[in-house]
């Protein structure tokens, strides 16, 4: 069955970076566009990044120019380099098959970014 599992998540200071991954099991991965979501306490689920599977990348108006997603088909797996962080990018990340309505989602991994 289609299963996402996502690694990397944890505490940083503002101004930090984390690297979020997200292995892909039960689908072929190379044929699917693949995205990075993110919910904050008491708010709705955003999307972060998305990326084709040509490889064409998008962001969130909020993550321009400091988050980076990219895919590796070898390894089925999507990683979101996340710089510069600040407090407010403090959320449950989800990983996701699809961009724009997704079929599926990993369970999450918590960013916390102190000030």
């Known amino acids: 069955q289609v299963q996402l599992v996502e690694s990397g998540g944890g505490l940083v200071q503002a101004g930090g970076s984390l690297r979020l991954s997200c292995v892909a099991f039960g ?16 708010k709705q689920r955003e999307l972060v990044a998305g990326i084709t599977r040509g490889g064409s990348t998008n962001y969130g108006d909020s993550v321009k120019g400091r988050f980076t997603i990219s895919r590796d088909n070898a390894k089925n797996t999507v990683y979101l380099q996340m710089n510069s962080l600040k407090p407010e990018d403090t959320a449950v990340y989800y990983c996701a098959r699809g961009i724009k309505d997704p079929g599926y989602w990993g369970q999450g991994t918590q960013v916390t970014v102190s000030s």
């Open 27 to 42: 689908f072929i991965f190379r044929l699917n566009a693949m995205a990075w979501y993110r919910q904050a306490p008491g």
